[in-house]
């Protein structure tokens, strides 16, 4: 049976490939770039790839805990 296309590992390999290219020269284009910061903070080199990544765990680690928050039993629709 074929694989899909998104799980054969040339793809992810591809894939990873193009997210490091893209990430490089998003950091190369503020690095060269005048940038207008607000803050101190968002001045810094880099900010919106590491902003983004550490907004995107945390994200994840709320979504995890909200899951433990409002899991219920496996028999939790089951009549006795």
């Known amino acids: 049976?074929?694989?899909?296309w998104l799980v054969r590992p040339?793809?992810?390999?591809?894939l990873w490939v193009v997210y490091l290219f893209t990430l490089a020269l998003t950091i190369l284009a503020g690095l060269i770039t005048d940038l207008h910061a607000w803050f101190r903070l968002d001045g810094s080199v880099a900010f919106n790839a590491w902003f983004g990544f550490l907004?995107?765990?945390?994200?994840?680690?709320?979504?995890?805990?909200?899951?433990?928050l409002l899991q219920r039993k496996d028999t939790?629709?089951?009549r006795d």
């Open 76 to 78: 939790y629709y089951d």
């Open 55 to 68: 907004a995107c765990i945390g994200m994840i680690l709320f979504t995890k805990l909200l899951g433990h």
């Open 10 to 14: 040339g793809t992810i390999r591809l």
């Open 1 to 4: 049976m074929k694989q899909h």
